[in-house]
């Protein structure tokens, strides 16, 4: 029998006006996004519905906006019987992903991730770090070309075959984009991001979160995660700490992801969250799986 697996999207999907259209149109959206809303210790809402973009864009108001988005449309999916045998998320899209799995409650999940962006600006701010996207070349062939460049840069994001995004020090990412188009990269672009993420320069953020999880009342999940760092199955808190630890620094193997939920029978995802990025990554991984967008009530009311 076919499988339904929910994805969620990661930074840089986000508008300024997200949510806002749930929220003023459905009585359930506007009750869990109150429920976030309330427990934050800054006016999300105002960031998320009215901005500026430059407020909206910062790393500690652009994460946790992303996921209390992902986990109204994932509660307003549910509510129409539509249920996942699979969750996983992009980069910070995880998070919304343990919320959906049910490893933490609805306001619970929006709060951790609040504080992954506040210690992930507190450390970018303090090391000259940054990333660049790799178009064209195979992943092996950029691991490989990274290990002769001085200074610290590696392959993070592994986003499709023909995609990869490298982090690190901005010298050494200079370096390296200059080196990989000579090995054959179509593109080597730097990205307008705040920080190394995803690097060994991050571990940081990753001792910080983990001491910041040991507060909050894990559970088993319902649902299997599809881990970033691995690209296989967790169901355990102590698997999701230790996830949650590990990804701040470590990579995000989407490609595998995609591939291993195929292999446990997923024909069908539906992307859940602001924009269509995951979407386009997941028809490069397999054309062969149906992918669903669900970002507006327009969305939800189309489906069968």
């Given at each position: ?47 998320m519905f009215n901005g500026p ?160 999880a040991l507060k909050y009342d ?87």
């Amino acid at each position: 029998m076919s499988k339904i697996a929910f994805v969620f999207p990661g930074q840089g999907t986000q508008y300024v006006g997200m949510g806002k259209e749930l929220y003023e149109n459905n009585e359930i959206a506007k009750k869990e996004f109150d429920n976030i809303f309330n427990k934050m210790n800054f006016d999300l809402k105002d960031v998320m519905f009215n901005g500026p973009e430059s407020a909206l864009k910062e790393t500690k108001n652009t994460q946790p906006a992303i996921v209390a988005m992902s986990l109204v449309l994932n509660k307003l999916l549910q509510e129409k019987g539509i249920k996942p045998d699979f969750v996983a998320g992009h980069s910070v899209g995880e998070y919304a992903a343990l919320g959906a799995a049910g490893f933490l409650s609805l306001e619970d999940t929006v709060l951790l991730t609040a504080a992954r962006g506040q210690f992930m600006n507190d450390v970018a701010s303090s090391v000259n770090g940054g990333m660049a996207a790799i178009i064209g070349l195979e992943s092996d062939t950029i691991v490989e070309v990274l290990k002769n460049i001085d200074g610290i840069v590696e392959a993070v994001n592994f986003n499709e075959p023909k995609q990869t995004v490298i982090a690190g020090e901005v010298e050494a990412i200079n370096k390296a984009c200059e080196a990989l188009k000579e090995a054959g990269a179509r593109r080597a672009m730097p990205l307008a991001v705040s920080g190394p993420f995803h690097s060994s320069l991050m571990k940081p953020v990753g001792e910080k979160l983990k001491e910041e999880a040991l507060k909050y009342d894990f559970k088993n999940s319902l649902i299997p995660l599809m881990a970033n760092t691995t690209g296989k199955e967790i169901t355990t808190p102590e698997e999701m700490i230790e996830e949650i630890y590990s990804q701040s620094f470590g990579p995000v193997k989407w490609v595998d992801t995609i591939k291993n939920l195929k292999a446990a029978g997923v024909t069908e995802i539906y992307e859940i969250g602001p924009g269509k990025v995951l979407a386009g990554l997941i028809k490069k991984i397999d054309k062969e799986i149906i992918v669903k967008n669900i970002e507006k009530l327009e969305d939800l009311e189309n489906i069968a």
